[in-house]
């Protein structure tokens, strides 16, 4: 008769082969299904855009090289979408464990609760895709010891050992962007910025070219350019709201534009924010500091000022002769508008602070030179100013 011990330990056994025979079977679905991104394939959904006269040439998905810095709520499903769209090879950097915390991603599953993310995501994704290249690294990347071999890495492991296509962030804190911002000025690499708001319902991403576009240290938080420790800002006990909707609609927004960007189609987005109480999508251009702390940054500035720039066609047009030959009344029109010397920015958007109006400018200048006001008077008009 046997034994408690040996009926568990047999059924344990019959448990690793019906897995193992699972995986077998799932694996060569897979495997079928990875290959749809041949043109061969009648039925590829993905080559359909390529038939369809979106994108000149899928296949050539398979020759980039991307990386994710922030295997969390944005990072690992931007992860997943591009393993599921057949990048060549894709390299994940984050030191967080995974926690039952994070069960609310559209990513992680319970089973996975201790491993690290790099570990647990470069597993998932093997399973979903099995050709794409995945490299780990399971390190801080804004630690001294690490920031070499993180530089190292963007800059020789793409698939043919050079610096790789594109840098994704999907950090969460100022520190970690700041790092990256450095290192993508310091050896001239593309990278797009995204986040999700403390609050969860509002996000954005940004495609940052160093030299062309402004990059993360032209315009810092308030926070950051305060000179605030963004540490005591955290209040002991509460958490970071998350909602993986808001957390698949960015990154939704970065892969797209990855692609975009890769594979040359339409148009990328320089500044795409999303918020999620009022559905408002604000777009905007953000133009390099000339005065950026980065000195990466003013350099590539200069380097991209002397770039040839592509001519762009003007068509020629006939001279416009005025409707009326004479003017028998003397009628001219003028402008009344007055110009304002104040950024146009998006709506949603607003200013730190706006310059005082003409109005303002000249009721100080006849308070100064008045007589008849008193001091006290004087400090009240300014206060209005």
């Given amino acids: 008769m046997n034994t408690v011990k040996e009926l568990q330990a047999k059924l344990k056994e019959l448990e690793e082969k019906l897995t193992a025979a699972t995986q077998k079977n799932m694996r060569q679905k897979i495997e079928t299904m990875s290959s749809e991104v041949v043109d061969s394939n009648p039925y590829s959904r993905l080559m359909a855009l390529k038939r369809m006269g979106i994108v000149n040439n899928y296949e050539r998905i398979r020759d980039f090289t991307v990386a994710v810095v922030g295997v969390g709520g944005v990072g690992s499903v931007t992860a997943e979408m591009l393993t599921r769209c057949g990048i060549g090879r894709l390299i994940l950097f984050d030191y967080d464990k995974v926690e039952l915390a994070n069960m609310n991603r559209l990513f992680f599953q319970p089973h996975q609760s201790g491993l690290s993310k790099v570990e647990a995501a470069a597993e998932t994704l093997r399973n979903i895709n099995p050709d794409v290249d995945i490299h780990t690294y399971n390190y801080n990347i804004t630690t001294v010891d690490n920031f070499d071999h993180f530089t190292k890495v963007l800059t020789t492991s793409s698939l043919t050992g050079g610096p790789l296509d594109l840098v994704l962030s999907c950090v969460d804190n100022f520190e970690a962007r700041f790092t990256i911002n450095m290192a993508c000025n310091e050896f001239n690499l593309t990278w797009f910025e995204s986040?999700?708001?403390?609050?969860?319902?509002?996000?954005?991403?940004?495609?940052?070219?160093?030299?062309?576009?402004?990059?993360?240290?032209c315009a810092p938080p308030l926070i950051v350019a305060s000179n605030i420790d963004e540490k005591t800002l955290k209040r002991d006990g509460v958490c970071a709201a998350s909602l993986p909707t808001t957390m698949g609609i960015v990154a939704g927004f970065l892969v797209q534009n990855t692609l975009k960007y890769l594979l040359q189609f339409g148009q990328v987005t320089n500044y795409l924010g999303y918020n999620a109480l009022t559905d408002y999508f604000p777009t905007m251009t953000l133009k390099p500091n000339p005065g950026c702390d980065d000195s990466n940054c003013r350099l590539r500035q200069k380097e991209y000022a002397l770039k040839p720039k592509p001519e762009v066609a003007v068509e020629a047009k006939e001279d416009e002769k005025p409707i009326h030959e004479g003017n028998e009344w003397g009628i001219s029109l003028v402008s009344e508008s007055v110009e304002d010397s104040e950024p146009k920015v998006v709506e949603g958007i607003k200013l730190a602070y706006t310059l005082p109006g003409?109005?303002?400018?000249?009721?100080?200048?006849?308070?100064?030179?008045?007589?008849?006001?008193?001091?006290?008077?004087?400090m009240a008009q300014m206060k209005s100013i």
């Fill in 195 to 217: 986040g999700v708001s403390e609050n969860a319902v509002s996000g954005h991403i940004q495609y940052i070219c160093p030299g062309e576009t402004a990059c993360f240290a």
């Fill in 358 to 378: 003409q109005s303002s400018i000249e009721e100080c200048k006849e308070a100064t030179t008045s007589n008849d006001i008193s001091l006290e008077e004087l």
